[in-house]
């Protein structure tokens, strides 16, 4: 069976929405590498004592990290019925996390939030996925 039978032909948004978020955390990374050299932050220490900027950057990028596994799943299901529903959701979460980062590179953690829309992508691939396990248990 050949998948591009399998898949429609939407799911290419899916697969482009997934190299955006590669996109995403390969700038993040390397905004925490530039960091490291600026502010002297040696591996495999992951914040500074002193540097307060320093942890700000690292959290931007961490705090992605820790959720990205969670988001893959979710919209890797919401994809497979809805693709085309799952990138717009999945391309709002992506662009939420340069937000968050930006916000948090200015020093003042509180202005992370300004990544806080992307909860619409992040809940929505959920919502969808969830919508999805109901209707292969034949609740609707």
């Not at 799911?11 to 590669?22: A, D, K, P, Q």
């Not at 925490?32 to 992951?46: D, H, W």
């Amino acid at each position: 069976m050949d998948i591009l039978t399998v898949l429609p032909s939407s799911f290419g948004y899916v697969i482009l929405t997934y190299l955006y978020s590669w996109i995403m955390l390969g700038y993040l990374a390397v905004k925490v590498g530039s960091a490291r050299k600026k502010y002297g932050v040696k591996y495999p220490t992951m914040y500074s004592d002193k540097e307060q900027l320093f942890n700000c950057i690292q959290r931007g990028h961490q705090n992605t990290l820790e959720v990205y596994p969670q988001w893959l799943v979710f919209q890797t299901i919401a994809a497979l019925v809805y693709p085309l529903s799952a990138s717009v959701l999945g391309a709002i979460w992506v662009t939420s996390r340069f937000s968050y980062a930006w916000g948090y590179y200015t020093g003042d953690p509180a202005k992370r939030m300004n990544g806080a829309y992307g909860y619409i992508g992040f809940f929505g691939v959920i919502l969808l996925s969830i919508s999805i396990a109901l209707q292969l248990l034949g609740v609707f």
